[in-house]
């Protein structure tokens, strides 16, 4: 479900320094995969169909990729992007999210899974933006009032500062 812009995006962002991965491909293949289903009736399955899929193998490298912890060695991590249609870039792009988040660390943005799924996903992003449309009266009066406060108690203290300053010029 997530977007193609912002998964090129996030991607993007870490193979220009705002993480740390920066894959080979291993693979990139594109094609037609059969659908089956079993076969209500005699129990058997059955080709129905077939949809065009493009799979990516990323060999995930970078400084901070080569880890080892402990008495491991030191290793490589693989990342795996899969989409229907042909769509290499969408594929790569999660291969590299895939190496970020299974990685665990938080350099950048793409290494975050909460940002990452949140913000991919155009539905859960769009919801949230349209919702602003919606009356607001409420927490714009609770601004208002803060804000009247804010500068009540500012105003107060620059009148009490005021007074002291021409407190002591009149000793």
Known sequence: ??????????????????????PTLGELRVGAVPVRVKHPQWDVPVDIGEVTLTLCDGIISGVAMV????DEDIRLDLGFGASFGQQEARAISMAILDGCLA???????ADDMEFVLYHIDGIESLGFVEHL???HYMLFASVMDRLAGANARRAEARDAESRANTGEMAE
């Open 1 to 22: 479900r997530g977007e193609t812009g912002m998964l090129n995006g996030l991607a993007y962002s870490s193979l220009r320094g705002y993480g740390h991965v920066h």
């Open 67 to 70: 880890t080892a912890t402990g």
């Open 103 to 109: 990685e665990g660390t938080s350099d950048g943005p």
């Open 133 to 135: 449309k919606q009356p």
